[in-house]
Each structure stands twice: as structure tokens, then as C-alpha cells.
């Protein structure tokens, strides 16, 4: 997708309004309560309670209680029957000495978006996270997918609702946040592109807060790449050109067995705004349809990436429908329902989905190795909903 930027006033109006309302075989299962059942393998590591043995609260294989290894002592964390470095050897945190991180380690995250709201929804599902996290051995980080701060962003790095609508409300979570921007982050028309400059500078200021540049990538983590998009500015066609060269060589230079991009909005949903190219179910101009959008995502994405992750409708869904080619499957999944929720609208009949709900704010939790990513959606309360696997 190469074109030249568009504006147009009475196009922002008519998002801003709109927006008020609001290859690999996989198995799942649809259920309440505990979450360990038996596609959750990933998440407890046995068929019991949480922990990874065969017993119970200890996390290790030992038969004992309180240590986290495996190996009868206490409080080394590994599995040796020395200290501190986790795995077998000394000091280098893999299985095998070269430091690169072992095959099989296991990645534990959460993604939600559009919870910037300060309300109680974002407290409730804040402590369900917090709860499932600890109950789970603890998650590395969240990835945070836009719509910040309701409605209109935040007005200097200084502004409250850092506080009110993000630091007081994840106060008990302690992992990073990875940021990526939303409409709202934009401003009530999404388009005041000075409104990232204060995210990005709050990085300095906060613990947990990540949020490096407009787009960037995450690389940090075993298995798995992640590249995080700006989609508020391909709706406009603004810098579009700059996002797509970013992104394919980003896509290209990873050699991590999973990649996952993650943006505010949606390439499928049953939401209010529906499916990218035809937003809002109209199909013109295309600063409403999200025509940019889409034809970004089928020439970046689409076998490009094995997951895409989004939110900007306010509910939890994973549709059916995918995109790529015989090399690499890529998947689609809504989850913006971080404070709050809007109904189902399934413009045009709808997409078929795997599992949806938008009657509960909640979120997306997700365990992966290098051969599976385990999906897991919860509500605010901590119950488990759906779960669902993608194996390479």
C-alpha cells in the first residue's frame, strides 16, 4: 500500500461519532472456573492445581512444598540443586549453556485494550489479572492495545490521567505494559498526532509504562517477535508509507519461530465497527472504512505473521476467519473489553467465530512455547470463559 496522506474534517466527525457507541490446527474448549482443564496444559503443567507437578502449590516435581525447583532442596528457583540460575548450569538461563533461552520455555501474557476509562471495570479486571497471573506462577507483561485514555487522550506526559486511568488502577501488577496507541489517544476526531509524544515520554517516568515510538518491536521475550503498530494513523493515510517499510523489514529480519503484531483496530469483528475496509459497515471514504488499514494488513501481515491481536470494539471475540498462504497461517483476535463493553452488531450477518461475548469486561490471556500459543480468554471476575490452542 503506497498513497498519498488525506484529511478531511467531516470524515474525523463521522469516526468520532461512530466511535461514542462504543498454518497450524488448533483445539478448544469453552468453560468456567479454574482454567487448568485439559487444554490448558500449557498453563499448569499437570492436570491438577497450577503448579507443574503432580501436587499441589510448590511449582516444582520434587513432592515438596515451597521451593520452586525440582530437585528436594529449597529456595534456589532452578532445578539443579544449586542457586540462582535457573536452569541447569550457571548463570546463563537456558538448558544448554548458550544463553539463547530453552526451546520449550514458556511465555505468560496478557492483551486487552480500550480500558483507559478509571472506572470500575478496569479495577475489576485489573485484580482478576492480578489473581489468575499469581495463581499461574506469574505473567511477564501486558500488552496494552489502545484507547489509553478516554476520550480525548492525555494533554502533557504530566497530565492526571496517567494516574487516574492507568497507575492507580494496575497499582498491584508489577510487569511491564507495552503501549500501543488508539483512537482516543489521537483526541475525540483521532487526529492530534502531538498526543504520542507525551505516551512515549511517560516511559521515563513510570515502571511499568512502555511505550518506545509510534510503531516498534518487542524482541526481547523466547520464540516469539512482536510489532506493534500504529492504526490510528493508517486510517488517515498519514506517514503510511514510513509504518509499511518499518513493518515488512521488521517481519523480515525476525527469526523468532512465533510473530505477532498487535494495533488498535480490528481486521475482523462483529463489533459496532466491524471488519477493516468496510467499518461502521461503510464501505466509503476511507478514513471511515479503514480501506488503509486493511490493504496495510493483507500486504504486511497476512502469512506474514501468525497472530494479529487487537481491540477498539469494547468485547472479547476470535473470529474463524484468517488470512495467508501455505507457509503461515495468520489469526485474528478482539480484545477490548478492558473496562467496559458495547453489543454485537454482526454488520452484514457477521463473521463466524470461534467464541465471542459482550456482556463482560475481561481479558486475553496467553501461554507460548516455541511449538503452541495457548489462548485463554477470563471475564472481570477471574472466570474462565474460552480457551483455545495454535500449534505450529
Not at 488448533?26 to 498453563?43: C, F, K, M, P
Not at 488499514?293 to 502469512?303: P, T
Request: aromatic content about 10%; overall charge negative; some cysteine.
Amino acid at each position: 500500500m503506497r498513497r498519498s496522506a488525506l484529511s478531511c474534517l467531516a470524515f474525523a466527525l463521522l469516526l468520532a461519532c461512530a466511535d461514542d457507541g462504543a498454518a497450524g490446527s488448533t483445539d478448544e474448549t469453552s468453560s468456567s472456573g479454574d482454567g487448568d482443564g485439559d487444554t490448558a496444559e500449557l498453563g499448569d503443567g499437570d492436570g491438577d492445581t497450577g503448579d507443574g507437578d503432580g501436587d499441589t502449590g510448590d511449582g516444582d516435581g520434587d513432592g515438596d512444598t515451597g521451593d520452586g525447583d525440582g530437585d528436594g532442596d529449597t529456595g534456589d528457583g532452578d532445578g539443579d540443586g544449586d542457586t540462582g540460575d535457573g536452569d541447569g548450569d550457571t548463570g546463563d538461563g537456558d538448558g544448554d549453556g548458550d544463553g539463547d533461552g530453552d526451546p520449550d520455555t514458556l511465555v505468560r501474557f496478557i492483551a486487552m485494550g480500550d480500558a483507559g476509562e478509571g472506572n470500575t471495570g478496569q479495577y475489576n479486571v485489573a485484580a482478576a489479572i492480578e489473581a489468575i497471573c499469581a495463581d499461574k506462577g506469574g505473567c511477564e507483561f501486558v500488552l496494552y492495545l489502545g484507547d489509553n485514555f478516554y476520550d480525548d487522550g492525555v494533554s502533557s506526559v504530566d497530565d492526571d490521567q496517567f494516574q487516574t486511568k492507568f497507575e492507580m488502577p494496575y497499582a498491584d501488577l508489577t510487569m511491564p505494559f507495552w503501549i500501543a496507541m488508539g483512537n482516543h489517544d489521537y483526541g475525540t476526531l483521532s487526529f492530534a498526532w502531538e498526543k504520542a509524544a507525551y505516551e512515549i515520554e511517560y516511559t521515563d517516568y513510570s515502571d511499568k509504562w512502555t511505550m518506545i515510538d509510534k510503531w516498534y518491536a518487542i524482541d526481547q521475550y523466547p520464540n516469539v517477535d512482536f510489532f506493534v503498530m500504529d492504526t490510528t494513523r493508517l486510517m488517515w493515510d498519514h506517514e503510511t508509507n514510513d509504518q509499511q517499510d518499518w513493518l515488512d523489514g521488521a517481519i523480515q529480519a525476525s527469526d523468532a519461530p512465533w510473530k505477532i503484531a498487535i494495533g488498535h483496530h480490528p481486521y475482523y469483528s462483529n463489533g459496532a465497527h466491524g471488519n477493516a475496509g468496510n467499518y461502521e459497515n461503510l464501505p466509503w471514504p476511507p478514513q471511515a472504512s479503514g480501506e488503509t488499514v486493511k490493504e496495510v494488513m493483507d500486504e504486511s501481515l497476512c502469512g506474514k505473521v501468525d497472530l494479529y491481536l487487537s481491540g477498539h470494539d469494547h468485547n472479547r471475540q476470535w473470529p474463524q476467519g484468517t488470512c495467508g498462504n501455505n507457509e503461515m497461517t495468520t489469526n485474528f483476535i478482539v480484545s477490548g473489553a478492558g473496562c467496559k463493553t458495547t453489543e454485537f452488531e454482526h454488520h452484514g450477518g457477521g463473521n463466524d467465530v470461534y467464541w465471542e461475548d459482550d456482556t463482560t469486561p475481561g481479558f486475553l490471556l496467553l501461554e507460548l512455547t516455541s511449538t503452541q500459543i495457548y489462548t485463554a480468554f477470563y471475564d472481570e471476575n477471574g472466570n474462565l470463559e474460552f480457551e483455545r490452542t495454535i500449534t505450529k
